[in-house]
């Protein structure tokens, strides 16, 4: 069965990392461009990141430049968000996704999610 499943989501002090990491099973990530996409209470889902198929074109949206990073390894079926100096504004649902075509962060590009994993930034 397709599946994508993000973890490493949780509770951190404004100003500490996460890595998110999104694991699929039944297919392979080889040939997918991944993206990650947030969304908070009462706001609308956010593009944040995307990485190619081949690892070496990203994206990130402004609000996360120079604080984030996405990679990608294709052995390990697995794409991950590294995440340092958090702000409570990135508290939010977390979801990776696949699309078959380029890197972007619109999110009608993205055929398949996964169910989220929550980040909560605060004191």
């Known amino acids: 069965q397709v599946q994508l499943v993000e973890s490493g989501g949780g509770l951190v002090q404004p100003g500490g990392s996460l890595r998110l990491s999104c694991a699929a099973s039944g297919f392979s990530l080889e040939t997918y461009a991944i993206g990650w996409f947030r969304q908070a209470p009462g706001k609308e889902r956010e593009g944040v990141s995307c990485?190619?198929?081949?690892?070496?074109?990203?994206r990130y949206a402004d609000s996360v430049k120079g604080r984030f990073t996405i990679s990608r390894d294709n052995a390990k079926n697995t794409v991950y968000l590294q995440m340092n100096s958090l702000k409570p504004e990135d508290t939010a649902d977390y979801y990776c996704?696949?699309?078959?075509?380029?890197?972007?962060?619109?999110?009608?590009?993205?055929?398949?999610w996964g169910l989220g994993t929550q980040v909560t930034v605060s004191s």
């Open positions: 990485v190619n198929s081949s690892g070496r074109s990203t």
């Open positions: 996704a696949r699309s078959r075509w380029e890197c972007a962060l619109r999110s009608g590009e993205y055929d398949f």
